[in-house]
């Protein structure tokens, strides 16, 4: 079973401020009902209390000269018919009481004959009507139970401070009652209204709050089982807590990606110096052999017989193992000693040297040199590491292509980039492209790329590739030191 603990952010956050938008109108249209009610009702008692004490006081001179026609009068007023409105919270009927409680006189004589005790079928004032008569308070008094279906307000009626009778006025809940109703009614409409109105408010809101915790969940989500690139992880950056929580975690996943390639080009340095020392000895071992086989061919040309089918199959072997020996020496990159300094010449003789293949493959050549003098590195090493790139770069353009050269230097540093169009290095070759015997393209034999690693290397440098759906670039940079 799902808990709700257990749903995404995305669901709790717009839920929790729609709960928290209901109850609070909730508890606003309570609050509201409760004080209308209560205001009703303190206002019903004020204007009670006002009319009240005001035909109190009109009957004392008719109770004191006993003139019932005048107290009736006076009693009947507030129930004459009016040009306004009736209203609603009118009470029913006045009685007055003399001192035994007995009825003086009322609006409605027909219900509550005179000097007879009043029929008032109510508990609550049952115990004021009881024989022998019960003093009456000598202060207006309300009496109102949730079992009475009226509200009552026993009234004073005093001469020089003396209580000659009771005013008891009865208004009945009922219409109280339907008031109420229409208050709460209203009340439930308008917290309808705020609840469709905010309700969307709250779900826009809440999806917002949530969207940069989701953003940074689907973030770490896709931490393993590799590190994706920081250009691709995309979060909300603000000066907030969810914001500084997201710059760093930015930070810390450059940081990761800088390592993990730290340790992939440890891990593939260590596995090409592997290769090579391994080649290197194959190559030792093969050259001792290889160089008898050829002195014994030179040998044989010179003094051995001139038949022209031996020596057509001697030429064979001898062009093979010279084939082998150039392969082997492929193999065998050493330091070399520094001819002479690298000089914005040396370009000019490679792009010399490969014109005619560029031109053979119809391909467009761009070539931009930033030097003006010579550089204190080696001339040969670096004419081999050039000419090596573009020949990759030849053999990997389609005709009609273009390749493209940089040579450009700092204070400390060459640069050199090639660049060429043409069908991309698939990812998962790229950490082998070094290696000897690993060619991407239908000509060579795959150690172009092993010899510029290799003298790189030896000269202190750094190589890179970068390759994209319509363009591969290598990159070399060459201390000057």
Known sequence: MLHFKDLSLGYKIPLRVVALVMVTASVLASVLVYRSVNDLRDNLIANATRMGRVVADTLVEPMLHDDVWRAFEVVNIPFRPSPKPANDQNAEYMVVLDTANLVFVSNQPERFPMMRPPAIADPILAKFFQKPAQPWPN?????????????????????????????????????????????????????LFVLATLLPLGIYWGRRMAAPLLQLSDAMGKVAPHLPDPEDIQLEESKDEIGRLAKSFKRMLTELKEKEQLQQQVITSDRLAALGRLAAGVAHEINNPLGGMLNAISTFKR????????????????????????????????????????????????????????????????????????????????????????????HATQPQGHIYLHI????????????????????????YLFEPFTSFSENGNGLGLWVIYQVVQQLGGLITVQSEPTLTQFRVQLPLA
Not at 342 to 354: A, E, G, K, N, Y
């Open 408 to 431: 450009c230097r700092d204070s400390t540093h060459l640069f050199i980039e090639v660049r060429n169009e043409g069908s991309p290095i698939p990812p998962e070759k790229v950490p």
């Open 139 to 191: 202060e207006l008094t309300v009496v109102d139970t949730p079992s009475s279906q009226a509200l009552f307000l026993l009234i004073p009626i005093e001469s020089d401070g003396v209580r000659i009778g009771t005013l008891v006025m009865n208004y009945p809940k009922p219409p109280f009652a339907a008031r109420l109703r229409s208050l709460a009614r209203d009340a439930v409409l308008i917290t």
């Open 303 to 394: 003094h051995g017989e001139k038949d022209p089918l031996t020596l057509k199959t001697v030429s064979i072997l001898e062009r093979g193992l010279l084939q082998i020996k150039e392969t082997v020496a492929a193999l065998l990159v050493e330091a070399k000693v520094q001819t002479r300094p690298f000089d914005p010449d040396d370009v000019t003789d490679i792009c010399t040297l490969l014109q005619a293949e560029i031109e053979q493959k119809h391909i467009a050549f761009t070539c931009e040199v930033s030097l003006i003098e010579a550089l204190p590195i080696s001339a040969t090493l670096v004419r081999q590491v050039i000419i090596n790139l573009l020949l990759n770069a030849i």
